[in-house]
């Protein structure tokens, strides 16, 4: 696989940066926090959607300076087998896009992040977790394996290898193990003859239950004595009931008579009472009439004195009749004070104009000297307290005249009314005719009705003694015609019977011999059904059994199969064996490229997945004692032939700061690595990007990435 290109928005230091990469050994250089490592963390999280790697959540990726509305995403473009592979990461909004281009099949997209995991697994070759681990090494990383403990380095080895498969079979061989059912105890010679005993049992209990059922009379036979014992008991219930119907036909006769007899008295006493009430009622009648005449009478007579008696109040009533007013008088005398107010009015305004305490010297309206006008002003004044008198005694004159009208005006109103009232009385009183007082006084006519009720509250009663000796004579009759009713259809079944007693008898005998032979019949029965479950239940036990000795005789033969491969699948087993063999299969390989590195070492796989040391002086030691920049030569060599024997198609190696930490001495070694490692990617078409400070590297890679 080669990185064509990658374009980050918003991520890291990057508010939008593209870059296109070439095959070979890119070095990508650049200050501290100008965001060589999270370019390789971009790529790498392209490709398995891991943002966790170097972040603590997908969105701590996004850059602080964006603005909280921005898009962030992560586009990768690469190529693999002749495919181009276009994936997108979004990290706002999140989503995530794989577009495939492959030669001679149309393009795909797949939208899902799941989906897209599996169809990058599908088409590398291998697992993405291998990416992360011995692809995109990050800094500080690049030797970690040599000095992880054995434990974890074997564990690491065991992914690497897949041999970490065969440890999940043998835990899974361990769990059908212990999911074995235990052995089952197989069946002894007791329960077999409890089994026998059993059927010889069910087996008499069948002969048994089938001489009983010989013993039983034919069905025909316990029809016919059914019949005659059921005819036997009809015929004496009969009897008895015909016995006493006839006892009771006995008992309602006299109580028929006697309610007869109280009937026949009632209706001659009812018969009495309505010749009476008839009388009653007529001279009942008559006194409401007279009642009426009395009350048409006193109606009337009320009537004619109520209105006398208003005629002579009205007749009594006198009042004063007051002097009339002439209507000439009242005009002149008002306008005689209407021209006195005038000019009294005409005097008040000259004297107000000319007072002296006004200080005016001349008239406002003629120019007239206020002192040739003093004798004037004097006898106005006279004149005013003159005619102030007259005008408040015609005003007087006035309002007693004005009274006087309207006392006289209410009192033809009253004279009117009365004369009017006067007329109606009258009018009324020769309209109202006062008929004769009856003869006959009211208490009188009262006592009439009242008799006449009680009479007919005692009518009723005896008609209530009617209808409840009627109504008893007959439920009596009823009675007495139901008794001789059922007496009769009983004496007509007796009649329809013709069986005799000792049939009867013979009857009831036959079948209670019958019952007590069904009785035994139905416990033998009862008998054959347990012993026949009994028998069922240990016949089913032996079977059990014997199915379980069948199945005891698998299980041990796949406990031991079981046994056999957890002891193949074991660590120490088979797995070691394979995880030594790669490692040999490594030994080879990395010895070659440390051959290539021009390394003054080779290396030598040894017990404890480890690499023992062997430098060109004939010293030997461990692989954690090489120096600093020792170790990145083997990491580096260890690394390209892993990538080589896993992952050939790859392709793909990316360093992060593989020198971390080493001085100028250590990094000559890495130099000549470096040297050796670009002619390795020409030959073999392998792109490896690395992060590093020592831009004076740079004459060696075949191109450099330089971040500001």
């Known amino acids: 696989m080669r990185i064509k290109k990658i374009r980050l928005e918003n991520v890291g230091p990057f508010p939008s940066w593209e870059r296109e990469f070439g095959p070979g050994v890119t070095a990508i250089v650049g200050p501290n926090g100008s965001g060589k490592s999270t370019l390789l963390q971009s790529m790498y999280a392209a490709l398995t959607n891991d943002f966790g790697r170097s972040y603590g959540v997908k969105t701590d990726t996004i850059s602080l300076a964006a603005d909280p509305s921005a898009a962030a995403s992560v586009r990768l473009l690469a190529e693999h087998a002749g495919a181009e592979l276009a994936v997108e990461r979004r990290l706002r909004p999140a989503g995530s896009e794989l577009r495939i281009c492959a030669p001679g099949t149309s393009d795909r997209t797949i ?82 003859r409890s089994l026998q005993d059993a059927l010889d049992q069910l087996t008499n209990s069948r002969n048994r239950c089938e001489q009983a059922a010989a013993a039983l009379a034919p069905a025909s036979d316990v029809l016919r004595w059914q019949t005659d014992a059921n005819d036997a008991r009809k015929q004496q219930e009969l009897r008895k009931r015909r016995d006493a119907l006839q006892q009771r036909l006995e008992t309602l006769q006299p109580l028929l008579l006697g309610a007869t007899a109280q009937f026949d008295a009632a209706a001659q006493v009812l018969e009495e009472g309505q010749k009476r009430r008839a009388d009653h009622v007529a001279a009942a009648a008559a006194a409401r009439g007279e009642l009426a005449a009395w009350s048409v009478y006193r109606q009337a007579k009320q009537a004619y004195n109520d209105l006398a008696r208003l005629a002579a109040r009205l007749q009594s ?25 005038s000019e009294l009015r005409n005097i008040s305004a000259f004297l107000d104009t000319f007072d002296p305490a006004s ?25 005013a307290a003159e005619l102030r008198p ?7 004159l006035i309002k007693e005249a004005q009274a006087s009208q309207l006392a006289r005006v209410e009192f033809e109103t009253w004279r009117y009314n009365r004369n009017k009232q006067l007329e109606w009385c009258e009018q009324r009183m020769s309209e109202i005719s006062v008929p004769e007082m009856p003869a006959e006084a009211e208490d009188a006519l009262r006592s009439r009705i009242e008799a006449a009720q009680r009479d007919a509250l005692g009518f009723a009663a005896v008609e209530t003694a009617y209808r409840d000796c009627r109504q008893r004579r007959d439920r009596e009759q009823a009675a007495v015609d139901e008794a001789q009713r059922q007496l009769d259809a009983a004496v007509a079944e007796l009649a329809a019977i013709s069986l005799d007693d000792a049939a009867g008898a013979a009857a009831e005998a036959k079948l209670r011999e019958q019952e007590l032979r069904e009785r035994q019949a139905a416990a033998l029965s009862s008998e054959c059904g347990a012993n026949q479950l009994a028998y069922d239940r240990l016949k089913q036990l032996v079977d059990d059994k014997e199915a379980a000795a069948q199945k005891t005789a698998v299980r041990a033969a796949w406990e031991s199969r079981l046994i056999e491969v957890r002891n193949v699948l074991h660590r120490e087993s088979l797995p070691r064996i394979v995880a030594q063999n790669y490692l040999e299969a490594l030994e080879s390989d990395v010895n070659d490229l440390l051959s290539l590195f021009d390394a003054p070492f080779r290396v030598r796989a040894q017990e404890g997945l480890s690499f023992w040391v062997r430098k060109h002086s004939g010293e030997e030691h461990d692989m954690r004692r090489l120096s600093g920049g020792q170790k990145v030569v083997l990491a580096l060599a260890f690394r390209m032939a892993v990538n080589t024997m896993f992952a050939d198609d790859l392709g793909l190696l990316c360093l992060d700061e593989p020198t971390a930490g080493l001085d100028r001495h250590n990094l000559g070694a890495f130099e000549s690595a470096i040297a050796r490692l670009q002619d390795m990617a020409s030959s073999r078409g392998l792109q490896c990007l690395i992060v590093t400070h020592e831009e004076w590297l740079a004459h060696m890679f075949s191109s450099v990435v330089t971040l500001a």
């Open 111 to 192: 939208r899902k992040a799941d989906d897209i995991a599996a169809e990058l697994e599908q088409i590398l070759g291998l697992p993405l977790s291998f990416l992360g681990d011995y692809v995109f090494v990050d800094q500080w990383s690049i030797f970690s394996w040599m000095e992880m403990p054995p434990a974890e380095r074997a564990r690491a080895f065991q992914r690497l290898f897949r041999t970490d498969v065969a440890e999940r079979c043998w835990e899974a061989a361990g769990a059908a193990l212990a999911a074995l059912p235990p052995a089952a105890v197989p069946v002894d010679d007791d329960l077999r």
């Open 317 to 341: 009533e006198q009042r004063v009749e007051p002097q009339a007013v002439s209507a000439e008088w009242l005009s002149a005398t008002e306008q005689e004070l209407v021209n006195s107010s």
């Open 359 to 383: 200080g005016r010297s001349a008239c406002p309206t003629c120019g007239t000297p206020t002192d040739a006008l003093r004798d004037k002003y004097a006898s106005y004044q006279q004149l």
């Open 390 to 396: 007259a005008a408040d005694a015609l005003v007087q």
